[in-house]
C-alpha cells in the first residue's frame, strides 16, 4: 500500500507537471517555444500514478500529449525545455520538438505527432522483453483518439496472442482533437476491446492518482509474470485546448470544463492527506511556490541557451557503424 | 452597357475561403459530394475550410470521422466507388502514409485492374509544407512519392482562383486526386472568379514570363521562384517560371515548350532532393531537349533529410531565395545570359 511519503510525493510530481504545462503555454504565448502546446492540464495523475509504480527498469512509449509522462518517468527539466524550444541542448538536438523524442537513458521509447504511432512501437519493446527474458514492463500511453487507429488493433491482438508485459494506458480525455467520444466510438469504454484480444481491460478514475498508482502495480505484477498485456482505461478530462490556441469551446460547454475542474486530481490528493492530517495548506503552498520557482530558473536557463546553427548535418541522417543499437 | 466584352466578376479572397466556396458550391449542385475527416464537422476542419458546412448540409454529408486515416481513405474509396463522390481531408501530409494502401494500392488502381469497370472519384485534400515547429510528424512534403503511383492524380494549387477552379475540376474528375494545399499559401490572398469556374487538372501554367532561364517549381516555391526572378531581373536576367499546378499528370508540353525557348532550366522543389519530384523533371527536361540546352539542369530542393523542429535547421533543410538567386547567377556565368 502506499505510505505517506510516497503519496506525497506523487502529489508534488503533480504539481510539477501543472507547472511544467502552465511553463509552456506562457513559453507559447510569448513566441518563445516553436510549434503547439498540447496541454497535459487535468490528466496529471495518469503520467504520475503509472510512473510511479514502474521500476527504472521499464519502459514507456508517449505521444504528443507527452510531456507529462517524460517527467513523471524521469526526464531531465532543462533538456526537455530546450527541445521545446528548439535549442540545441535538446534531448532531440532541436531536431524533433516536444513531439519527438525518445531516450533510452530513462526508459523512454520515444513520442511522435501521429496518433496512434507508438502503440506498436511500444508493444514491440515488450516482445523484446518477454523474448531476453527481461522482466522489463512497457508502458504504452494514448488517447481517446489513438484508440481507433487500426494499428493500435493490430498491436494489440498480438500482445494478448503472445502475452507480451505491455500495459496500454488509455488516457480517455473523451474527445479526439474536437470530436467527442459519442460522435467518434461505437462502444461506450475502451476497456471491453480487452476482450476481443484476450487480455483483461478495466475502466477507472484517471483522476484518482493512487488508483491509477495500484491499477498500475497490479498490471505490472502480471506482465512481469508471464500473464500477459492488460487495458487499462483512464477516465479524465483535459483543462485546455486541443493545442496552443485552442481554448477549448467551440465543442465543449464552459459547464462540462468547470465540472471537471472540480474533479481535480492535485486537489483532490492535497484535501485528502489535509483530512488524514498528513498535510497542512501552508506545507502544500510552500511546496508548489518551489516547485513553480525552480522551474522558472531552469525555463530561463533554457530560453538563453543556443539555437542549433543554420546548417544540415548529412551524417545525422544514419547511426554510425560503431555504436551498438542496444 | 452594349458591345462590352463579358469579363468575369471576381473577389478577392484567400485560398481556404477559394477552397470553401468550390467546396460548397458544388455540394449543392451535386448531392453525391460528401465531406469526410478528423474534425471537419463541428469544428469546420483543422485550417476553417469545412466552417460552417455541418449546420448547411447536415451531419450525413459532413462527417466528423474518429482518429482512423486508413479506414477513412478506404471507406472513401468505397463509397465513391459505390456512387458517391467523397472529399476526405487528411489533416497533414505526414499522415498520407497511415492510408497509403488504401490510396496507392487499392484507390488509385481500380480503375485500371478492372478494366475500367470500376472507376474511383474521390478526393484527398491535405495540408504540406516543411515549417518551423511542426517537425518530423506534421511538416513532411512527401508529395514527390505519389507520382511512383500510376492512377493517381495530384492537385497543388498556388492561387486562390486554381485552388477554386482545380477542386471543383477534381470533385468532378472520375479519378483518384490528391489535393496538396500548402500552409504558406493558406494565407495568401488573390481574385478568384465567380461562379462555375474550373482549372483543368494536369496542366501547368507559366506564372512569369521571361527569355532567359526557366524554373519549373510548384507550391510554396513558386513564390520563392518569383522573389528570386525579381532580385534577377535587377541585374538583367529575365527569368520565366512555370507553375506544375499538377504533379499527375504532368504537363510535359508547358515544360518542354518554356525551355525549349529559354535553353536553360532550373528546378526547384520543396520536397527531398533524391528520387523525387526534381529528379523526374529534371530527367524529363535532358531526354527531350539535350542538344538544345546550354548547360546542365540545375535542381535545388530540400536536403534529404527528415522534416525538422528548429528554425535555423528548417532554414537550412528548404531552398531560399538566395540560393535560387546563387545558383542562376552561377548558371549564368561567362555572361552568356541574355
Known amino acids: ?326 | 452597357m452594349a458591345n462590352a466584352v463579358s469579363v468575369p466578376a471576381t473577389k478577392e479572397m484567400r485560398m481556404q475561403e477559394a477552397l470553401r466556396e468550390a467546396l460548397r458550391s458544388e455540394m449543392a449542385r451535386d448531392e453525391r459530394v460528401f465531406v469526410m475527416g478528423e474534425d471537419v464537422g463541428l469544428f469546420g476542419g483543422a485550417y476553417g475550410v469545412t466552417k460552417g458546412f455541418v449546420q448547411e448540409f447536415g451531419e450525413q454529408r459532413v462527417l466528423d470521422t474518429p482518429i482512423s486515416e486508413s479506414a477513412i481513405v478506404g471507406l472513401a474509396v468505397g463509397s465513391a466507388i459505390n456512387g458517391m463522390r467523397p472529399v476526405v481531408e487528411i489533416q497533414f501530409a505526414d499522415l498520407l502514409p497511415l492510408a497509403m494502401d488504401q490510396l496507392a494500392s487499392h484507390g488509385a488502381r481500380y480503375h485500371y485492374m478492372t478494366g475500367g469497370r470500376v472507376n474511383v472519384p474521390m478526393v484527398i485534400r491535405t495540408k504540406f509544407a516543411t515549417r518551423a515547429g511542426g517537425g518530423p510528424s506534421h511538416s513532411s512534403c512527401n508529395h514527390g512519392a505519389f507520382i511512383h503511383f500510376p492512377g493517381l492524380k495530384i492537385a497543388m494549387p498556388t492561387t486562390p482562383a486554381d485552388a477554386k477552379g482545380m477542386m471543383l475540376s477534381a470533385i468532378r474528375d472520375p479519378n483518384p486526386v490528391l489535393f496538396f494545399e500548402s500552409h504558406y499559401l493558406y494565407g495568401v490572398r488573390g481574385p478568384v472568379p465567380d461562379g462555375d469556374y474550373t482549372v483543368p487538372i494536369g496542366k501547368a501554367v507559366v506564372r512569369r514570363p521571361g527569355k532567359d532561364l526557366t524554373i519549373v517549381t510548384c507550391g510554396g516555391m513558386v513564390l520563392k521562384a518569383d522573389a528570386a526572378a525579381e532580385q534577377l531581373q535587377a541585374k538583367g536576367i529575365d527569368i520565366e517560371i512555370v507553375d506544375l499546378r499538377s504533379l499527375a499528370p504532368l504537363d510535359k508540353e508547358t515544360i518542354l515548350t518554356s525551355v525549349a525557348k529559354t535553353k536553360r532550366a532550373l528546378v526547384l522543389d520543396e520536397g527531398p532532393l533524391i528520387g523525387g519530384l526534381s529528379a523526374e523533371l529534371a530527367a524529363l527536361i535532358q531526354e527531350n531537349l539535350f542538344s538544345d540546352l546550354k548547360g546542365p539542369v540545375v535542381r535545388i530542393a530540400a536536403q534529404p533529410i527528415p522534416p525538422p523542429h528548429s528554425p535555423p535547421l528548417v532554414d537550412a533543410m528548404i531552398p531560399d531565395v538566395d540560393q535560387v538567386v546563387d545558383a542562376v547567377m552561377r548558371m549564368a556565368e561567362g555572361g552568356k545570359l541574355s
Open chain 1, 1 to 326: 500500500m502506499l505510505d505517506t511519503a510516497k503519496r506525497k510525493a506523487m502529489l508534488r510530481q503533480m504539481v510539477l507537471l501543472r507547472a511544467f504545462e502552465e511553463k509552456l503555454e506562457e513559453l507559447y504565448q510569448r513566441k518563445a517555444m516553436f510549434g503547439s502546446t498540447h496541454s497535459y492540464r487535468g490528466q496529471e495523475a495518469i503520467a504520475v500514478g503509472v510512473c510511479s509504480a514502474l521500476q527504472s527498469s521499464d519502459l514507456i512509449a508517449s505521444y504528443h500529449r507527452g510531456t507529462g509522462h517524460l517527467i513523471a518517468k524521469g526526464a531531465d527539466l532543462y533538456t526537455l525545455l530546450c527541445e521545446c524550444m528548439g535549442r540545441a541542448e535538446g534531448y532531440s538536438k532541436g531536431r524533433g520538438g516536444k513531439m519527438h523524442m525518445g531516450d533510452m537513458a530513462f526508459g523512454f521509447i520515444g513520442n511522435t505527432g501521429t496518433v496512434g504511432g507508438t502503440v506498436p512501437t511500444a508493444t514491440g519493446a515488450a516482445l523484446s522483453a518477454k523474448v531476453r527474458g527481461s522482466k522489463e514492463v512497457v508502458i504504452s500511453f494514448f488517447g481517446d483518439g489513438a484508440a481507433n487507429q487500426g494499428v493500435v488493433h493490430e498491436a494489440m491482438n498480438m500482445a494478448g496472442l503472445w502475452k507480451l508485459p505491455v500495459i496500454y494506458v488509455c488516457e480517455n480525455n473523451q474527445y479526439a482533437m474536437t470530436v467527442s467520444l459519442e460522435k467518434s466510438t461505437a462502444v461506450k469504454q475502451y476497456s471491453v476491446r480487452g476482450a476481443a484480444y484476450g487480455f483483461e481491460g478495466k475502466t477507472i478514475d484517471g483522476n484518482d492518482v493512487e488508483a491509477v498508482y495500484e491499477e498500475t502495480a497490479r498490471a505490472a505484477a502480471k506482465g512481469r509474470s508471464g500473464d500477459g498485456p492488460t487495458f487499462l482505461e483512464c477516465m479524465t478530462y483535459r483543462w485546455d485546448g486541443h493545442f496552443g490556441g485552442d481554448p477549448g469551446t467551440a465543442y465543449r460547454t464552459k459547464e462540462e470544463i468547470e465540472s471537471w475542474k472540480q474533479k481535480c486530481p492535485i486537489k483532490r490528493l492535497k484535501e485528502k492527506l489535509i483530512a488524514e492530517g498528513h498535510l497542512s495548506e501552508s506545507e502544500f503552498q510552500k511546496t508548489s511556490d518551489e516547485v513553480y520557482a525552480d522551474l522558472a530558473a531552469i525555463a530561463e536557463r533554457a530560453e538563453a541557451a543556443p539555437l542549433p546553427k543554420k546548417e544540415v548535418d548529412l551524417t545525422s541522417i544514419y547511426a554510425p557503424l560503431e555504436v551498438s543499437h542496444g
